[in-house]
């Protein structure tokens, strides 16, 4: 017997404005019937993955201890550059000359994430 992963579950402030954020990150949509204030929204991964976004009292506090890494289909410091656009804030930038390393963002909730290098960059050294 196995489990099967169905859900990453990220507790937040608004869900419904974090989901927004995390679908443009994605390029992938909202649950058709989440709305505005909504405690409980989604965005729906295109490989059936779910992002399910929980509205919580409490304010995070320290690192997560679960974090996404995500993988552009371009290159990682012209998605780096999108995702600031988007809202996103640099945490710790482990880039490095040579083109490999990643960057480590927040999402506007203060959630971190990672950025890599695309599949192109990564062949490419």
Not at 71 to 96: F, I, M, Q, S
């Amino acid at each position: 017997m196995v489990s099967m992963v169905q859900n990453v579950a990220i507790d937040c402030a608004d869900a419904y404005e974090l989901a927004r954020f995390w679908s443009e990150v994605t390029g992938s949509p909202l649950h058709p019937e989440d709305r505005p204030g909504d405690h409980e929204t989604q965005v729906l991964l295109s490989q059936g993955l779910v992002l399910h976004f929980n509205q919580v009292p409490e304010p995070k506090t320290g690192k997560n201890r679960l974090h996404l890494c995500l993988r552009p289909d371009d290159a990682r410091d012209g998605e780096v550059d999108r995702l600031l656009r988007l809202g996103a804030t640099l945490v710790v930038d482990r880039r490095n000359p040579d083109c490999t390393g990643w960057a480590v963002l927040a999402d506007p909730e203060g959630n971190e994430f990672c950025v890599l290098r695309s599949e192109s960059e990564r062949a490419a050294t």
